[in-house]
């Protein structure tokens, strides 16, 4: 079964650049696993995946040979190459007929900036009963992105010297109950239930000990959770949305198990026969088969009952436009009412005749590109430096070369990060560089999907331990605010605190700065400038038009616009 | 030095005595990069780092004194703008050297401007201030003037530059001073003499920090 993960997760041939990169970084952090450089590649930052399709990385417990792909015959410690090469394909799944891109994740919240909560799906069943197989078959038909895959397999329990032992001898029953962690497992689930980050084990077969690496999951749309024991725990089982039950015949597991133990690990047949019936089979019987009552649907045949994944394929459909909802109409809707104050949370920078100015030459459609450029960048130091000045400040007093004291003030952190959001976001970043020395950027790409008008995530690079940090994060304009509501909540997920978010703007739609903060009340929104209106394509009136076109020289003919 | 020499900092009695004199609104952001400036630890990359944004919000402060007209303009969602337009026929004079530092910040925001230089040396004995060099744009006297100088201690030779401009027909309502550091002293000297001109500096403060030209140009 493990080789059957890693040929879906075969380094793409045409992955997208996007890929490309996290793939050169995955395998440098790899070769540096200590590196601490500022670069990217040096594993600074996390190689996020656009969505978080991830299969961990999952040998089956009883083989202790080696976790290999088909190809390569060596030993199990170069699994840690193969994980990370699965990471690199994160942001897609390859089947034989296509490939699935992952990206472009839609909202998770609703206008109130509150998450609603993931489609749990549970998968149970024996050992080789083909749980894995159903798995992707389910994802691959349900085409949605951002489903997160779990596997049991990562939380086998940390062996002691004598437990390690008895499992090097074949004799450590893997398929007991007591050999999962499930407090680690039960947290997990929760944090990816509330769409927070999560560092999931890789357990090692070799030293039967978790590996100092763990793997990056995110919350997801989709989570799919898949064990022989994942009916087993009750608050485990609670969390589940929907029940699936493998039933496969015993032969058949008992022969995928020699084939793929004897051809594939090079085990003997003895030994492999001597563990199914001593462990593997009494604990089906025992343990396993009693969670069948559980089950909301019972798949009879594995990952080969095409009806049944059909079945299962269309019900989440269902329950996932249960939970669908129209998230920049009706965020564009509930705070058009204008005349509402101005909240507090709001640092308009004081409009001086030279803002205005500034603003002249970047609101004229008829400016040439080159001074569009230049005035927007004059006005994108501005408000980046009245953004620094909103942070902690202590009281300093300081020698000076004039043998006086000089009472002053320093900024009390120096723990500051940029987040941009691509495409208009990134024109900001240069400006936070030239007032923050060595200062980290991270990226966030969130495009509107043209058919719904919704806001979708499709890639984010953000520095290591964010959470500790001050963000500014950056955006030209903000018309609905529904792709910088997206952003907060993909930093709230990264445990940042909300009082540590400043979004900052050139210009923003009185609707917006409404949203936002009442979505977020304690986020800071700094902005140069607030217009009334937004028009039926969500751009802000009179506003500047599409900022990022404009800047990037990327704006469609006119004839084109009408 | 007593702590009331430690608190006059903000110099709001001196905005209220001289109308023409504008100080930088003090936000904590400022405040950290004069407290930078004034540190004698600071290395000098830092010094130059911070000097350079502070002299690039002193110009941009600077260019609010300029003249401008009103403006309506079509934005590309064909909807009007209210904004406004400067006036052209400005010019940068900087008084060399320390002056010249503050050049940078201001082609940053104006590309293309024309900028003068004047050269002034205080006698060593008798502390007068000389004019050694000065190179204007022909038609300086039509222009609007931002001249430029970071440190002011006693005013002696932003003044002599002042008198400078005024003998080459420059209006001193035209005048507009940028300046980072200035003692009470010289806001007194320059404003007495030269009431219509229009000051702007981030500080006032009875110590000028005179190692600003040798830290910032590395000659210390």
């Known amino acids: ?562 | 030095m007593g702590n009331a020499e430690l608190d006059i900092i903000d110099g709001a009695d001196y905005v209220n005595h001289y109308k023409n004199l504008k100080i930088l609104h003090c936000n904590n952001q400022i405040k950290e990069l004069q407290t930078i400036l004034r540190d004698r630890e600071t290395s000098r990359s830092d010094f130059k780092f911070s000097a350079d944004r502070l002299i690039r919000l002193v110009i941009e402060e600077s260019l609010n004194q300029l003249p401008f007209t009103d403006c309506k303009v079509k934005t590309p969602t064909n909807s009007i703008y209210d904004g406004l337009k400067y006036k052209s026929g400005n010019c940068g004079v900087s008084i060399v050297r320390s002056g010249e530092a503050m050049e940078q910040g201001l082609r940053d925001c104006c590309r293309s401007i024309r900028i003068g230089k004047i050269l002034v040396e205080s006698d060593a004995d008798t502390h007068e201030a000389k004019v050694v060099y000065a190179r204007f744009p022909e038609d300086i006297a039509q222009r609007h003037v931002l001249l430029m100088y970071p440190i002011m201690s006693t005013g002696n030779t932003v003044s002599k530059a002042v008198t400078v401009l005024k003998e080459h027909k420059v209006k001193e309502e035209n005048i507009i001073l940028s300046n980072l550091f200035c003692t009470p002293a010289a806001v007194q000297t320059v404003l007495e003499s030269f009431p219509k001109l229009k000051m702007l500096t981030s500080e006032v403060h009875p110590v000028a920090p005179n190692h600003f030209g040798q830290k910032y140009f590395g000659t210390d």
Not at chain 1, 360 to 369: A, G, L, S
Not at chain 1, 552 to 559: A, I, L
């Open chain 1, 1 to 562: 079964m493990a080789g059957k993960i890693i040929n879906i997760f075969d380094p793409p041939s045409s992955a997208s650049s996007e890929s490309d990169v996290g793939e050169t970084q995955a395998d440098f952090s790899e070769v540096f696993p200590d590196c601490e450089g500022d670069e990217e590649k040096s594993g600074d930052f996390y190689n996020t995946p656009a969505s978080p399709i991830t299969v961990p990385y999952c040998p089956r417990p009883p083989s202790t040979g080696s976790q290999k792909s088909p190809r390569s015959r060596r030993q199990r410690t170069t699994s840690l190459n193969q994980s990370s090469k699965k990471s690199a394909a994160e942001s897609m799944i390859r089947t034989q007929h296509r490939t699935i891109y992952t990206a472009g994740r839609p909202p998770w919240y609703n206008s109130e900036g509150q998450k609603v909560e993931p489609l749990i799906i549970g998968i149970c069943g024996g050992s080789a009963s083909g749980k894995t197989t159903v798995a992707e078959k389910i994802i691959e038909a349900l085409g949605v992105p951002w489903v997160t895959l779990l596997s049991m397999d990562s939380f086998y329990k940390v062996l002691n010297e004598k437990q390690r032992e008895i499992a090097n001898r074949n004799e450590y029953n893997f398929d007991h109950p007591d050999a999962f962690d499930f407090d680690l497992l039960f947290s997990t689930l929760q944090r990816l239930k509330e769409g927070r980050k999560v560092e999931v084990p890789i357990y090692n077969f070799v030293t039967h000990a978790r590996e100092s690496r763990t793997k990056t999951m995110y919350g997801a749309n989709v989570i799919i959770f898949e064990g022989i024991f994942s009916f087993h725990n009750p608050k485990v089982l609670e969390m589940l949305d929907m029940k699936i039950f493998v039933d496969t015949d015993a032969d058949v597991r008992l022969v995928r198990r020699l084939r793929r133990d004897i051809s594939q690990r090079g085990r003997d047949l003895d030994g492999v026969l001597k563990q199914y019936c001593g462990m593997v089979q009494p604990s089906f019987n025992h343990y396993i088969a009693p969670l069948k009552v559980h089950a909301d649907i019972i798949v009879p045949r594995g990952g080969e009952n095409e009806v049944a994944i059909q079945l299962i394929v269309q019900h989440v459909h269902t329950q996932l436009q249960l939970r669908g909802f129209k998230l920049r109409e009706e965020l564009a809707q509930i705070h058009a009412r204008s005349g509402q104050p101005r909240p507090d949370t709001l640092k308009l920078l004081p409009t001086t005749p030279q803002i205005r100015g500034l603003h002249t030459f970047i609101r004229n459609k008829d400016t040439p590109r080159d001074e569009f450029i230049f005035y927007s960048k004059r006005l994108i130091r501005l408000v980046i430096e009245y953004t620094l000045s909103l942070m902690q400040f202590n009281e300093k007093i300081v020698e000076t070369p004039q043998g006086v004291q000089y009472k002053g003030k320093r900024m009390a952190t120096d723990k500051i990060c940029g987040v941009s959001i691509l495409r208009a976001g990134e024109t900001m970043e240069q400006a936070v560089c030239d007032v923050c020395k060595d200062i980290r950027i991270g990226k966030i790409l969130i495009q509107t999907n043209l058919q719904t008008g919704e806001p979708e995530l499709y890639y984010l690079r953000l520095p290591k331990d964010i959470k500790d940090y001050k963000v500014i994060l950056m955006d030209a304009t903000v018309a609905t605010g529904a792709a910088a509501m997206m952003a907060i909540r993909v930093l709230l997920d990264h445990d940042v605190p909300e009082s540590n978010i400043l979004i900052v703007s050139l210009l923003m739609a009185e609707s917006g700065v409404n949203s936002i903060a009442y979505a977020f009340p304690k986020v800071q929104i700094v902005t140069t400038a607030i217009d009334p209106e937004i028009n039926d394509k969500f751009y802000v009136l009179p506003g500047m038009g599409n900022f990022g076109d404009r800047y990037f020289g990327t704006e469609p003919s006119d004839d084109l616009l009408q």
